[in-house]
């Protein structure tokens, strides 16, 4: 089966322009993550869905990160202004729900701020 | 609260040899599942090996295998016969049964010596 896409995979933009990741998942599954890893750190959740509600994002900057599932498939992350400090990895992953399925990870979005 | 923890930064481990990497985890649900997943350099998250909370025996998969104390909330993984393609960065994660959040700890580096 087709894993977990992403793109794009590399992207370098100036502080206070805005960016957009897009994320499809495997087919089925219906709980869908965003993470944001920066370097030589875990990755951090930033949202996570529930086919296409929202069902923790605690951890999104909301004054500028905002995400969407498109019929509980697609999802798109945006980030507007992006700060220095987004510099980094932001990976999708995606599982058939339940607490005792792994969770399958998309290559990731590197994100360069300069 | 950290719900992972994970206190070894970076390991070296030689050749052939064995190694154990921590991971304690905290949580009040009775239903959970732990993985762990590897990063290598090239920054995909592979998943490597899974633990549920009613399981009575320890997971193994191959040369990994989850050294799991439920009454000390620790799931350590245990590489055996390390290759040299097994360094890389690895990550202890647990999913909760209440919401299904998938939380990472800061990962281990393993640098596998010839």
């Known amino acids: 089966e087709a894993g977990v896409a992403q793109s794009p995979r590399y992207k370098i933009i100036e502080k206070r322009q805005s960016v957009a990741f897009w994320c499809n998942p495997i087919?089925?599954?219906?709980?869908l993550y965003w993470y944001q890893q920066i370097l030589g750190q875990g990755p951090k959740l930033l949202i996570q869905?529930?086919?296409?509600?929202?069902?923790?994002d605690s951890q999104l900057p909301k004054d500028r990160f905002s995400a969407e599932r498109l019929k509980g498939v697609d999802s798109t992350l945006k980030i507007q202004p992006a700060k220095l400090e987004d510099s980094a990895v932001y990976l999708c992953?995606?599982?058939?729900?339940?607490?005792?399925?792994?969770?399958?990870f998309g290559q990731g979005t590197r994100l360069t701020v300069v | 609260a950290q719900k992972i923890t994970q206190t070894q930064p970076g390991m070296f481990v030689q050749e052939k040899e064995a190694v154990t990497l921590d991971c304690t985890y905290d949580?009040?649900?009775?239903?959970?599942?732990l993985f762990w997943y590897k990063q290598p350099s090239s920054g995909e998250m592979i998943f490597l090996i899974y633990?549920?909370?009613?399981?009575?025996q320890n997971a193994t998969e191959g040369r990994y295998s989850l050294n799991f104390q439920k009454a000390r909330k620790s799931a350590n993984l245990v590489i055996s016969a390390s290759q040299l393609g097994d360094s890389a960065m690895y990550f202890c994660?647990?999913?909760?049964?209440?919401?299904?959040?998938?939380?990472f700890g800061a990962g281990t580096t393993v640098t596998v010596r010839a």
């Open positions: 992953a995606s599982s058939v729900g339940g607490w005792n399925t792994e969770a399958f």
């Open positions: 087919s089925g599954h219906a709980t």
């Open positions: 869905f529930q086919n296409n509600g929202v069902v923790d």
């Open positions: 949580t009040s649900d009775p239903s959970y599942g």
């Open positions: 633990q549920g909370s009613y399981d009575q």
């Open positions: 994660a647990m999913r909760e049964g209440g919401d299904y959040k998938l939380s």
